[in-house]
Structures are given as structure tokens and as C-alpha cells.
């Protein structure tokens, strides 16, 4: 099914690279990169548009020559296979998965089916497509820091982390990793994996903490801040996070594991209260005056308290470095939510509420 997108141009085509999970926040950044960085690939989209797909995150590039969308479900492996003859990718990038560790608490068996099953289907469609004729291709698999379980106050997360996951959502994220290379070792695949910290910036799913916190500062609803709030997260503006992408897939090792943070912890409490601050700039109201929604609530179970990363082998190896600094990203975050209030009201009438009322009750 092609409902958007020009017809691709296989005469000009050097490349066509598979992006799973393009309408959701990661994907849609990479996919709209990829498009206007390499008017000479094709980039097809592949995603099943669960509650977090938007094709609107991609309405500036839709009609691009090079682009083409295709609905299919990385758990159905006759969708794949009818994908993968069709256009027969050299690489795939993929992001597909289910992300919220809030709703893998609540449902733990739909992330291995997407996460671990799915990424097994994609990695099996690629084997199949390319059979002997390996070279020049990639499999890139799109991973978190949040498979190496938590930290105390001190240190990093390195590539040689031992994996400790603790919610089903990083349990599901590590046994796909650990397919992944699997599949290196067994099938000699030509594999590729990254695990990045907390992304932020537009197209965010206000499920997540900064869209939800700004969403409910603009509607004057409270801050739903879980436990003591001394949770520490390395945010990455997710522009930076798709320029890694871009880079590693290029000139990335085969086999390897690159690690991507934004070198810019944050408690939870700190930030949602800079938030509130810019906010209140933002809307011209009294400063301080968003603060006083912060309420702290039922902390989450198994709440991971510090997450970390050491991006340096990505930075010696290949000279990547997160470019927006926070104070600069948080603001242009706010600002976009605040431009395209449309965008946001549209989700919020869907899914998303009856989720939001089960979470939080209210
Ligand atoms: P997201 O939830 O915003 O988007 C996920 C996308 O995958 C959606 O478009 C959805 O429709 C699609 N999808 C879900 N199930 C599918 C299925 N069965 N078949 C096909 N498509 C399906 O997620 P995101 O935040 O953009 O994360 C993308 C990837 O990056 C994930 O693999 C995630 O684990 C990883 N990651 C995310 C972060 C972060 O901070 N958001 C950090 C590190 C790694
Ligand atoms: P989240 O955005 O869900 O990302 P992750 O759990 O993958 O790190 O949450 C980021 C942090 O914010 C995490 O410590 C949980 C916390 N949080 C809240 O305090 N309140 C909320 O309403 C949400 C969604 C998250």
C-alpha cells in the first residue's frame, strides 16, 4: 500500500534503505534526514501506525520523489516478506518497536511480540532477501541505554556494560539486541546496533515525560512527577540522535555497538521545573507560577534511578558529538509544542486519553 509518497524512481536509485518505524518520533527524524540529505536513495517507510505512528510527522517530505510509505507489521512475517521482494533493501534501519516502559508494565507480552518477535521476523526477511550476497549490506538495529539497568550516582554506561534490564520494555529492547548479534555470529548477517539515551524535541508522543509535562503546563493541569523525583535521565535532542544514525549506518563498523548520549543529565524534578520556567516565559505568565502544579505521585514500579552514557567510542571512531545545547533544546521543545497545538490536539482526542485516564486517573 503506497498512500503517500511519489513513485519511486528505480532508474536513479543508488540505494534503498528500509526504515522501520519511520511515523513514529526517532523514525520520522531519520526518515526526513535521510530523504533530503540523499536525493539518490530511495527510503521506504515501513510501520504498522499503531497508537504512536503519525504519517503526519512526515507531512513536509511525503511527496518527496525518493520517499515511499508502506503499512505493514513487523510481527506479520508475509507483510515483511511481500516488502522485502518488492524493493529488495541494501540497508534497514530499525526503530520499530513499542516504547513506553509505562504501558510494558501494564502489558509485557505485546514488547516481546513487536520487540523480540518482530525484530526476529525483520532479521529473518533480511537473511532471506540477501541470501549469499552480503556485501554493502546492513542490518541497523535501533537500541537504548536502558538495557544496561541502572547506575548509582557515579559512572557511565560503556559499549562493554553488562546488560541488566529491569522493566519488560528494556528486557524486550535487550533480547533483541542480543538476536541481533546473533545473527552476526551465526549468519555472518552484517549487523549494526546503537543504544542512545532519552531522546526529546518535536513529534515527541506526549505520553512521554517533557511533551506531557509541557502539554499539561499549557493546559494548567498538574505535573505528575513519580517517587522523590530524584530520577536522572541524559537527554538527546533528537536531531542529534538522526545525525548519529546517519553517520553510523555510513561508516559505522559491521558487528559493532556504538553508544549515543547527550553528555546533559537531569534529575526528573530539575528538569520539569525548567520546563515550568520556560514555559511561564513563553506564556507570559507570572514566573514561578507553573511550579505549583508539580505533584509527586505513585512512583513506577522498578524505576530505574540513573541512566548514563559514554559516548566516546562513537566520537573517537567517527568524530559524532550531540550539537543543541539543553537550555537551547528545551526551549525550542516548548516553543514547537506551542506552534502546533493542532498536532498535539489531534492525538490527544485519540488513543492517548483513554490511556492517560488508566495511568493516571484522572
Ligand atoms: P515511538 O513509539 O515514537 O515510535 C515507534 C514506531 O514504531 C511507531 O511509528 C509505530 O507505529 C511503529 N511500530 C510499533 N509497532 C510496530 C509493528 N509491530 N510493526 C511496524 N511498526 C510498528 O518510538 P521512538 O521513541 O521513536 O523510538 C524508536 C526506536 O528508538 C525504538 O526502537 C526505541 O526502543 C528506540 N529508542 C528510543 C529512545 C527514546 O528516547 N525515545 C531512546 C533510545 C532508543
Ligand atoms: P519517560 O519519558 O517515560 O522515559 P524512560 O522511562 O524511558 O526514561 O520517563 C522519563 C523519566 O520521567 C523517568 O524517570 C520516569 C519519569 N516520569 C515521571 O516522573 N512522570 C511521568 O508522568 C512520566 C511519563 C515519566
Redesign the pocket.
Known amino acids: 500500500m503506497r498512500p503517500r509518497g511519489g513513485a519511486p524512481r528505480y532508474d536513479m536509485t543508488e540505494k534503498t534503505i528500509l526504515v522501520?518505524?519511520?511515523?513514529?518520533?526517532?523514525?520520522s527524524h531519520v526518515v526526513r534526514l535521510l530523504v533530503r540529505k540523499y536525493p539518490d536513495y530511495h527510503i521506504v517507510n515501513?510501520?504498522?501506525?499503531?497508537y504512536?505512528?503519525?504519517l503526519e510527522n512526515l507531512r513536509d517530505v511525503d511527496q518527496a520523489p525518493n520517499y515511499t510509505f508502506e503499512k505493514?507489521?513487523?510481527?506479520d512475517m508475509g507483510q515483511l516478506q511481500a516488502v522485502f521482494s518488492r524493493y529488495h533493501p541494501d540497508g534497514i534501519i530499525h526503530?520499530?518497536?513499542?516504547?513506553?516502559v509505562d504501558r510494558s508494565i501494564n502489558n509485557p507480552a505485546a514488547f516481546v511480540e513487536?520487540n523480540v518477535l518482530?525484530t526476529v521476523n525483520l532479521l529473518n526477511a533480511a537473511r532471506q532477501v540477501w541470501k549469499d550476497a552480503q556485501e554493502g549490506k546492513r542490518f541497523y538495529h535501533?537500541?537504548?541505554?536502558e538495557v544496561y539497568g541502572s547506575l548509582g550516582d557515579e559512572g557511565f554506561f560503556t559499549e562493554e556494560t553488562p546488560y541488566d534490564p529491569r522493566s519488560p520494555y528494556s528486557a524486550s529492547?535487550a533480547a533483541s539486541d542480543h538476536f541481533v548479534r546473533a545473527y552476526f555470529h551465526t549468519y555472518g548477517l552484517p549487523v549494526l546496533l546503537s543504544?542512545?539515551?532519552?531522546?526529546y524535541g518535536p513529534y515527541h508522543?506526549p505520553e512521554?515525560l517533557i511533551p506531557l509535562m509541557i502539554n499539561n503546563i499549557r493546559e494548567g493541569k498538574s505535573l505528575p512527577v513519580y517517587g522523590d523525583g530524584q530520577y536522572t535521565r541524559d537527554w538527546l535532542w533528537v536531531e542529534d540522535h538522526a545525525a548519529a544514525i546517519d553517520l553510523i549506518f555510513h561508516k559505522g563498523r559491521i558487528g559493532e555497538t556504538y553508544n549515543i548520549g547527550g553528555n546533559n543529565e537531569w534529575k526528573n524534578i530539575d528538569l520539569v521545573e525548567k520546563l515550568c520556567d520556560i514555559m511561564d516565559e513563553l506564556l507570559g505568565r507570572p514566573a514561578g507560577s507553573s511550579r505549583e502544579l508539580i505533584t509527586f505521585v505513585k512512583d513506577r514500579p522498578g524505576h530505574d534511578r540513573r541512566y548514563a552514557i559514554d559516548a566516546g567510542k562513537l566520537k573517537d571512531e567517527l568524530g559524532w558529538e550531540p550539537t543543541i545545547r539543553a537550555e537551547e533544546g528545551f526551549r525550542k521543545t516548548a516553543k514547537w509544542y506551542l506552534e502546533n497545538e493542532a498536532w498535539l490536539r489531534r492525538i490527544l482526542t485519540g488513543e492517548y486519553q483513554k490511556y492517560y485516564e488508566a495511568q493516571y486517573g484522572v
Do not use: M, P, Q, V
Not at 526503530?95 to 513506553?100: P, R
Not at 535501533?142 to 541505554?145: E, R
Open positions: 522501520t518505524g519511520g511515523a513514529g518520533f526517532i523514525g515501513l510501520d504498522a501506525l499503531t504512536a505512528g503519525n505493514a507489521d513487523i510481527r526503530l520499530a518497536a513499542e516504547s513506553h513487536t518482530g535501533i537500541s537504548t541505554d529492547k543504544n542512545c539515551s532519552n531522546n508522543f512521554k
